[in-house]
């Protein structure tokens, strides 16, 4: 994981974007990208690299060629490694009513227990308009700053902001602003361990 990002972290910086410009855009305190160096890195703060990688290429920072490379505004080729296999290797592909589902992640926490324990598999599907949210329901959240919770969204009396709600009613929701929120899964299925 940590030759990951630093691979990642080698490819922004030749795009201009230093660690500390890095930890700024994310959300970062200062120097956490060392100290998640530090400790071989962790699986979200590399997720929330590649994000935040895309989310250059959306506004146009870099751009892809066509033999699969990235060149950076110099024409410099940059060699591209992601892992091709999806979370639970796509196993709900398999069953028809779970074809439309593109992403699929690990329950971490207890906030919606009983219904989505701790470790279990939950996908969902992509909303093309994150705007687009039916209160009540289930979510998958992706934050600008790698932060991923599955949660209850619900409305806020603020139009900018959702309330984010485990399924313990007797706990306060969570406000976030619509800004700092990334991409936006529909829940579809939930595979709970024994």
Do not use: W
């Given at each position: ?53 895309e989310a250059l290429a959306e506004e146009g920072q870099y751009r ?19 892992p091709t296999e999806t979370y639970g290797g796509g196993f709900w ?42 209160y009540g329901e289930i979510y998958i959240i992706q934050a600008r ?50």
């Open positions: 994981m940590k030759q990951a990002i630093l691979d990642l972290l080698r490819e922004l910086r030749g795009l201009g974007k230093d660690r500390r410009t890095v930890e700024k855009d994310l959300h970062y305190s200062p120097n956490y990208i060392d100290q998640a160096l530090s400790k071989g890195g962790n699986e979200r703060f590399y997720l929330a690299l590649k994000r935040y990688r892809y060629s066509e033999g699969g490379t990235r060149t950076a505004g110099s024409g410099t080729a940059m060699a591209v490694s992601e592909k398999q069953i028809p009513e779970y074809r439309s589902c593109n992403y699929a992640t690990q329950a971490r926490g207890h906030a919606m227990e009983p219904l989505i324990r701790q470790n279990a598999i939950v996908g969902g599907r992509r909303l093309d308009d994150p705007g687009f949210i039916v700053n790698g932060m991923e919770v599955i949660r209850y969204i619900r409305a806020a009396t603020d139009a900018a902001v959702v309330l984010l709600a485990g399924a313990d009613e007797s706990v306060p929701a969570t406000e976030m602003r619509r800004a700092d929120i990334e991409r936006v899964y529909h829940a579809q299925f939930v595979v709970n361990p024994l």
